[in-house]
């Protein structure tokens, strides 16, 4: 059994940072991709970052580049997405996502493409 949980959300000023993690278990579960995605209330879940195990390649969403970090421990098999310089905009539920397989650059941002799902975890910036 896959398990992806998800860590770190809160409240927090306009301005400040959080970092969320996302820790994945399972028997010999490694992932490959992992991505970070977001949904706010009425709005579609949308891409924020992805990385690729191996070589740590990254990918981000307009909207947070510069401002966001992905990053990967490989030995503990946990991902995180360190936020700074947060906006009342990006307050959100945000999700982590992983896939066994590697996938083409552009397919990071697809959450079609990901088999696994964490819990979410709510991240609130207030103005």
């Known amino acids: 059994q896959v398990q992806l949980v998800e860590s770190g959300g809160g409240l927090v000023q306009a301005g400040g940072s959080l970092r969320l993690s996302c820790a994945a278990s399972?028997?010999?579960?490694?992932?490959?991709?992992m991505g970070w995605f977001r949904q706010a209330p009425g709005k579609e879940r949308e891409f924020v970052a992805g990385?690729?195990?191996?070589?740590?390649?990254?990918y981000y969403a307009d909207s947070v580049k510069g401002r966001f970090t992905v990053s990967g421990d490989n030995a503990k098999n946990t991902v995180y997405l360190q936020m700074n310089s947060l906006k009342p905009e990006d307050t959100a539920v945000y999700y982590c996502?992983?896939?066994?397989?590697?996938?083409?650059?552009?397919?990071?941002?697809?959450?079609?493409?990901?088999?696994?799902w964490g819990q979410g975890t709510q991240v609130t910036v207030s103005s």
């Open positions: 399972g028997r010999t579960f490694t992932y490959y991709a």
């Open positions: 996502a992983a896939r066994r397989n590697l996938i083409a650059p552009d397919y990071y941002s697809d959450y079609g493409r990901y088999p696994y």
């Open positions: 990385i690729r195990r191996s070589g740590g390649n990254t």
